[in-house]
């Protein structure tokens, strides 16, 4: 799951008053779902997630946008193909993974890595006169109609469905493939694009995408903390975590099918009488105290990193695959000292 970042700002100076606002403009080829971050009163505030289709811009903020630091954030749904797309900067909020969120608490997410983004900052001037606007753009350049092209030939392509080249331009393939998936779908025939269109379109991809992947699924009594070692090449590997998982829930660490026939798994189990790894393991790998991404082709110790036992896992030419963490999968807990006697 690596992680492209790419941020690219731009303000709008307008009239203040009733019409400030704060918006977000998607002219890029991927649906997203976007967050904020802004001060409240005396607290630091996280609010999401936004669905902006390709193309669409929205105002998600109708208060007057005040000079100073904002922080913002958005992905691409997972329904698109590949590693997951983000546009991020270096500081870490507080979000909820699903549905709508408004956080006046970013203590809510502490030592919960899987609740946390990293959002970019973005310093609104006294010049805006309260209206700004960020753009979420690619290396592409798109327009907002473009982008609208751009994005359903790419969704197109999620699904399996040749639509030409992902260059916004209504080419003939992508007028043929767009009239076929309306008939396909039972939309009213022709090819125009308009917001049913594409919601279609982003609901196949991501049911598409739900059934492929690699899942944890947590099957013990206390919570577990995992990681993973995926191939890079026949002799390198990487090391990610960490994904924290409640009891009985599941969580997908990597998106899309699978392409390698192997992968290394660890887990780890915090209980009030000590820290129980994951046994059986095959071989060491870097993992750290805070979350992690490393390559093995340098020692643990050079990257300041410790080193952990993760077990292989043969998954032969599968698309997807669940590993369930088990209470008998992790090392005994040691023993209770003996009672001091007066």
């Known amino acids: 799951m690596r992680l492209i970042l790419l941020s690219i700002l731009v303000f709008v100076a307008g009239a203040g008053g009733a019409s ?143 639509a030409g080249a992902v260059d916004g331009a209504m080419g003939r393939e992508t007028q043929r493939a767009l009239a076929n998936y309306r008939k396909e779908k039972g939309l009213p025939e022709g090819y125009n694009i308009d917001d049913e269109l594409i919601d279609a379109l982003i609901e196949d991809a991501n049911a598409r995408e739900a059934k492929l992947g690699f899942f944890y699924c947590n099957k013990t009594d206390n919570a577990v903390w995992s990681a993973i070692a995926e191939p890079e090449d026949e002799e390198s590997y990487r090391s990610k975590g960490w994904w924290k998982i409640e009891p009985g829930d599941c969580a997908k660490i990597i998106k899309g099918s699978l392409e390698k026939d192997h992968y290394y798994v660890y887990g780890l189990i915090e209980a009030p009488a000590g820290d129980r790894s994951i046994a059986g393991g095959d071989k060491s790998f870097c993992v750290n ?54």
């Not at 969120?101 to 502490?110: A, E, H, I, T």
């Not at 946390?116 to 109609?145: I, L, P």
């Open 20 to 162: 400030a606002k704060y918006s977000f403009c998607n002219k890029s080829s991927y649906a997203l779902s976007a967050a904020i971050g802004y001060v409240d009163g005396d607290r630091l505030a996280t609010r999401g997630w936004w669905r902006l289709r390709p193309g669409q811009c929205k105002v998600v903020l109708t208060e007057q946008a005040k000079p100073g630091k904002y922080f913002v954030y958005a992905e691409a749904i997972p329904g698109h193909k590949g590693p997951l797309r983000t546009w991020s900067g270096d500081t870490a909020l507080c979000v909820e993974n699903n549905g709508f969120f408004n956080l006046r608490n970013q203590d809510v997410c502490r030592g919960d890595p899987m609740r946390q983004r990293k959002f970019f900052n973005v310093e609104v001037t006294e010049a805006a006169g309260g209206n700004w606007q960020t753009d979420f753009t690619e290396a592409s350049t798109y327009t907002v109609y473009s982008a609208e092209v751009a994005g359903v030939q790419r969704l197109l392509s999620d699904i399996g469905i040749d």
């Open 289 to 342: 105290i805070v979350m992690f991404n490393a390559a093995n082709d340098l020692s643990c110790a050079d990257q300041e990193l410790e080193e952990a036992e993760f077990r292989r896992i043969e998954i032969g030419g599968a698309e997807s695959v669940t590993f369930d963490f088990t209470p008998e999968m992790f090392a005994a807990p040691p023993p209770e000292a003996p009672a001091q006697t007066q």
